[in-house]
């Protein structure tokens, strides 16, 4: 069942994504070599709660294993998504993705951005460049009257004109009072199939693009996932609502990168 939100609920959805991207700009603030992802962790779930809200990820469900226990999801180098925070410090030339959930009064926000510790490799720059480029691509597609399929088929052609792995077990999601909503988003496809997107529909598009092989598989603690042939990942997650002409992007990267300032890729 797809929903369709109204105005206000748009409104109301900005607002929590916009929270979100406040956070991860505090988070931001913290990354440098030395610092665990727990410190980065303690951080978000702070802010979070001090701005009247509440961290979706934590306590989240999974078949596979315990519930979520972070209010982030950290993924190191060759880590995808899903990564739970822990005590291992960061480490000049590490890639770090951070995904972060909120619900605000009664709306989700999801949004998540990679990160780079100290200076990177060159290689993997362009890597954490093209996710970020893909999102854009595939969102440039999120319009009244186009269909799922053309955001997949735009990102997965994209990324893999780069030579990259695009992750097929793992996709975006409708979103609203509830995290995951219909319709899923793969970042892989056909043009002009899947579910017709309408105005007010609102999803979160989430490429997650490996430097090699698209292979990947869950680790023992029934969360992480990671790349079969241990390359580096990057994952790259706006929340938006279909528009007639284009895209309204309810989440923003904007305060991340007056974090980041020069260092934004
Ligand atoms: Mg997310
Ligand atoms: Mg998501």
Known sequence: MIYLKTDDEIELLRQSNLL????????????????????????????????????????????????????????????????IPNDIPLKEGDVVSIDCGTLLNGFCGDSAY??????????????????KKALYVGIENAVHGKRVGDIGCAVQDYCESHSYGVVRELVGHGIGKEMHEDPPVPNYGKKGTGPLLKKGMCIAIEPMICQGSRQVYMMDDGWTIRTRDRKMAAHFEHTVAIGIDKADILSSFEYIEQVLGDRAI
């Open 114 to 131: 990679t990160f780079c510790v100290g200076e990177v490799d060159p290689e993997i720059v362009e890597l954490l460049k093209t996710t």
């Open 20 to 83: 979100v991207g406040r956070t991860l700009a505090e988070v931001a603030k913290l990354i440098k070599p030395g610092v665990t992802t727990r410190q980065l962790d303690k951080c978000a779930e702070e802010f979070i709660r001090d701005h009247g809200a509440v961290p979706t990820f934590k306590g989240f469900k999974s078949p596979y294993g315990p519930p979520f226990p972070g209010a982030i999801c950290a993924s190191v180098n060759d880590e995808v998504v899903h990564g």
